[in-house]
């Protein structure tokens, strides 16, 4: 069973703080992982993406990943208001006909 | 461009009766596939389809039936509905036949109550 486990929320931080949002998954041989942000009442979208060891920058989003802890996370720096939401990990194994194996999520709540 | 679209918003059912949710998209992807989100229980995978004229089982496929009419579009059907069929549905389609990247993108979702 594929499992991907997001730490329990919900997170609240200040304004302009740094928000880490962590999240591990069981099945070694996953190759690619993603961050979805989903708003209250609205769909999940994809926010980052990270395939290889290390860090990924996009703007205020970094991604971590490191397949031997099995374990990849997300900074969102100068946090704002408006990065409150829910935000998904998810997972995926290699071969034909993968499919993603989300975690429940984590609810962040930024403080003005 | 669209996206991917879903079709209805929003929809009332009785308890057994049936209805079908449509879905969409418009960027060539091949895989496409149909979740629901309930409170803490996350998304979890109803059906999906890896490319026209396939379609597989997810996590919780009981109560459904889907159809992939052509590359665009992927139905969900509910033959008779149940009140633990409430939820909302999302709909999400993704470029990759298979490998290792599987960037899905969502449409807008269908909240459905059943009384």
């Known amino acids: 069973q594929k499992e991907v486990e997001q730490n329990s929320g919900p997170l609240s931080v200040p304004e302009g703080a740094i928000a880490s949002l962590n999240c591990t998954y069981s099945?070694?041989?996953?190759?690619?992982f993603f961050w979805y942000r989903q708003y209250s009442g609205k769909s999940p979208e994809l926010i980052m993406s990270?395939?290889?060891?290390g860090d990924k920058e996009d703007g205020r989003f970094t991604a971590q990943l490191n397949k031997a802890s099995q374990y990849v996370s997300l900074l969102i720096r100068d946090s704002q208001p408006s990065d409150s939401a829910t935000y998904l990990c998810a997972v995926n194994a290699p071969g034909a006909n993968s499919k993603l194996t989300f975690g429940k999520g984590i609810t962040l709540s930024v403080r003005p | 461009n669209a996206g991917v679209t879903q079709t209805p918003k929003f929809q009332v059912l009785k308890t057994g009766q049936s209805m079908t949710l449509q879905c969409a998209q418009d960027m060539n992807h091949n895989s496409m596939y149909w979740y629901r989100q309930d409170p803490g229980m996350g998304l979890r995978l109803i059906y999906y389809?890896?490319?026209?004229?396939?379609?597989d089982k997810g996590e919780v496929p009981n109560g459904y039936n889907v159809s992939r009419l052509n590359k665009r579009e992927f139905s969900l059907r509910l033959e008779s509905a149940a009140p633990s069929q409430t939820s909302v549905y999302f709909c999400a389609s993704s470029g990759l036949l298979a490998g290792s990247y599987n960037e899905q993108f969502f449409g807008p979702g269908t909240r459905l109550t059943v009384l």
């Open positions: 099945d070694r041989v996953s190759q690619s």
């Open positions: 389809s890896a490319s026209e004229g396939t379609t």
């Open positions: 990270i395939y290889s060891n």
